[in-house]
């Protein structure tokens, strides 16, 4: 199984970039799916999350500016990020959690930097 994150760029303060998720491989079915960042010098942070059925969870810091949503036939989750401010700059990164056949495995993808800069 492998997650592919893109839709990272540089953008200036109050702008938007959408982020994408795409799980590709032996998938039987996804579970939940989030979407971390990591700022440098900084510990990894839950940006949200996403279950099967829709439920979204989000961290204090975005509630209002960012939603996350999936496409369940794409194996796919999106990050859209509204209002961007500098301390949104981080490389974000995207987890699944997927179920085989067999068990579930959580995944991560590769990361992809966000920069909020004028």
């Known amino acids: 199984v492998q997650l592919q994150a893109s839709g990272g760029g540089l953008v200036q303060p109050g702008g938007s970039l959408r982020l994408s998720c795409a799980a590709s491989g032996s998938i039987f079915s996804i579970d939940d799916m989030g979407w971390y960042r990591q700022a440098p010098g900084k510990q990894r942070e839950l940006v949200g999350n996403i279950s099967s059925g829709g439920s979204t969870n989000y961290a204090d810091s975005v509630k209002g500016r960012f939603t996350i949503s999936r496409d369940n036939a794409k194996n796919t989750a999106y990050l859209q990020m509204n209002n961007l401010k500098p301390e949104d700059t981080a490389v974000y990164y995207c987890?699944?959690?997927?179920?085989?056949?067999?068990?579930?495995?959580?995944?991560w993808g590769q990361g992809t930097q966000v920069t909020v800069s004028s």
């Open positions: 987890n699944a959690y997927v179920f085989s056949g067999k068990t579930y495995e959580a995944y």
